[in-house]
């Protein structure tokens, strides 16, 4: 095969590198709450993590766009869903969208692996990526498939929790208490997320063989659960503010605030339930766009607090 320009151009877009800069966000938030918890800061930690974390997604999207292929040829192609839609127009680039998946997890554990050894962590590390990893290929790869059995929501939801532990993580060199309470709201917005990218695909997730929670109970259904995953976040942020379960240099009131960016298109969506695929694509993108205003503010609030 001839790698010229536009067959590199094409094969970059099959990673998706739009996400690339809100995974780096999540991972942010993730070390930022350490560093409020008065961890020291580690640039070398801090670069490293964030490399095992960026090889492991773009891994996510090249196996993704290889594994659903004939889902993909039933959908279209979005900002946020549908997958890249390289492959359904390239085919002949199928076989590099697999090998540079396996090529993106094997950096992303051998890293990993490195990692452990120079800055003598635990190997509960290790094994932490190993399983991130583990979530990234059988998402959609066989014989799991999670997201063909119904549990790429819960999936899903496990790589929320991912995304910042491992900035977290790397800060840290453990998941503690404060961390999983600061999650809980994050769980909530990225089951937000989930269900925002799985609306637009309802049809082609069908006959594709997708068993999803939107294929399975509808867009009205979807919308639903938008609405109350985002009021749980904002409540599980004042729960935090209420009760002072963590540091009182956060003031997890303004956080809150911010969560209400997705709180009030999950209240439209709630309202209005649009079931029309045109309709219903562009409020839930603006759902899942809404999701990175949020933990982009929130790292923006942090970073402010570091000064």
Not at 286 to 294: C, D, G, M, P, R
């Amino acid at each position: 095969m001839k790698y010229d320009k536009d067959t590199i151009l094409k094969i970059i877009k099959l990673g998706k590198p739009q996400f690339t800069f809100g995974i780096f966000m999540y991972f942010l938030l993730g070390a930022s709450f350490a560093l409020l918890l008065n961890v020291p800061f580690v640039l070398s930690k801090f670069i490293w993590g964030y490399v095992i974390l960026f090889m492991a997604s773009m891994a996510i999207h090249y196996a993704n766009d290889y594994f659903d292929f004939e889902v993909d040829h039933h959908g279209t192609s979005t900002t946020f869903t549908g997958g890249s839609g390289i492959l359904v127009e390239n085919p002949q680039l199928k076989e590099i969208s697999k090998r540079l998946a396996i090529f993106f997890i094997s950096l992303s554990i051998i890293t990993a692996a490195f990692f452990t050894v120079f800055f003598s962590f635990p190997i509960t590390f290790f094994l932490f990526v190993l399983f991130g990893n583990f979530m990234v290929w059988f998402y959609s790869a066989p014989p799991i498939k999670f997201s063909y059995r119904g549990l790429g929501e819960i999936a899903n939801i496990i790589n929320g929790f991912i995304m910042p532990a491992t900035g977290y993580l790397v800060m840290v060199g453990t998941i503690n208490l404060p961390f999983i309470i600061f999650s809980i709201p994050l769980l909530f917005l990225q089951f937000l997320f989930t269900i925002g990218v799985e609306i637009p695909d309802l049809e082609g997730d069908k006959l594709g063989g997708k068993i999803t929670w939107i294929v399975s109970k509808g867009r009205e259904f979807g919308f639903r659960l938008i609405g109350i995953s985002g009021l749980l976040a904002t409540v599980s942020f004042l729960i935090i503010f209420v009760t002072n379960l963590l540091p009182s240099n956060i003031d997890f009131q303004i956080v809150a605030l911010i969560s209400l960016i997705s709180l009030s298109l999950g209240i439209v969506g709630l309202l209005k339930k649009p079931v029309d695929k045109v309709k219903a694509t562009k409020l839930a993108t603006l759902n899942v766009a809404s999701i990175f205003a949020v933990i982009i503010l929130i790292n923006c609030y942090f970073i402010y607090l570091l000064k």
